[in-house]
């Protein structure tokens, strides 16, 4: 027998990806392009945005025709509104909102100052809130969507020197609890995806990977996550999925 393939189609459905210039949310992108969707990502810069476009593209004219970017900061209201706009004012609507873009900032609460707790907080929880509170009326319009959250094992694990990156995770798992409680049955699907090490140099102040980092999950194991819950069959609901490297280094 051939084999399935494990790529949905999602020819004509429109997804914006907060963060998408980078790390998860470029692998992430990369992915909904694959499977022929029209892709709107974030940045905060033209000049990452820019290179995110060309690595998107890999010098294909048809998927340069299926990516729009937008600079953005999510912690802004406007950002995100202005953001979610500009995906449907380019392709016609909006169907797939993936919330990835996050800071982390790893410092003892007493050594914490009070403008790097509110750029935690504000970019990974109140980012994601703009950024839905302007998404779900366009998925409404489109008779549903999918809701991603990018969350972290952090979030349920807290270790020192991450108090504003934890609670932050945490709650976004508490705010994607009760919205996917709310918009269920308007066939808007929230799930949200809780990796741990990640090889982007992200986490706790290192350096980008390299060797040494070969334990920890890639960022395409976090974008099969994605598509995995897109293409599950409508009649059940993956809420929440754990990801996590299967063979960590021994303590």
């Known amino acids: ?6 790529t949905p189609d999602l020819t004509g459905r429109v997804a914006l990806v907060t963060g998408g210039s980078r790390g ?18 974030t940045a905060r810069t033209i000049a990452t945005l820019d290179e995110a476009r060309k690595q998107l593209a890999r010098g294909d004219a048809a998927r340069v025709d299926r990516i729009h970017a937008s600079v953005a900061d999510v912690r802004d209201a406007d950002d995100a509104a202005a953001a979610v706009e500009g995906a449907v004012e380019q392709f016609g609507g909006l169907d797939i909102l993936v919330n990835n873009a996050g800071v982390g900032i790893f410092r003892t609460v007493a050594d914490t100052d009070i403008a790097s707790w509110h750029d935690v907080i504000e ?24 809701i991603i959250n990018i969350s972290s094992l952090a ?32 066939n808007i699907r929230v799930s949200y995806v809780m990796p741990g090490s990640v090889a982007t140099g992200f986490g706790r102040g290192e350096s980008p990977s390299g060797p040494a980092d070969d334990w920890k999950l890639a960022p395409e194991d976090v974008a099969e996550v994605v598509m995995d819950l897109i293409r ?12 996590r490297p299967s063979r960590p280094p021994k303590r």
Request: hydrophobic letters at 45%.
């Open 232 to 243: 599950h069959p409508a009649r059940s609901l993956p809420s929440r999925v754990e990801l």
């Open 123 to 146: 970019t990974n929880l109140s980012g994601i809130f703009f950024c839905c509170h302007a998404a779900i009326p366009q998925m409404k319009k489109r008779g549903g969507g999918w």
């Open 155 to 186: 979030g349920k694990n807290p270790f020192p020197s991450g108090a504003a990156y934890c609670a932050s995770k945490a709650a976004v798992n508490a705010f994607s609890e009760s919205l996917m409680q709310e918009v269920r049955h308007d």
């Open 1 to 6: 027998m051939p084999a399935v393939s494990q």
């Open 24 to 41: 998860i949310g470029l692998a992430i992108a990369g992915a909904l392009l694959d499977a022929s969707a029209r892709v709107s990502i």
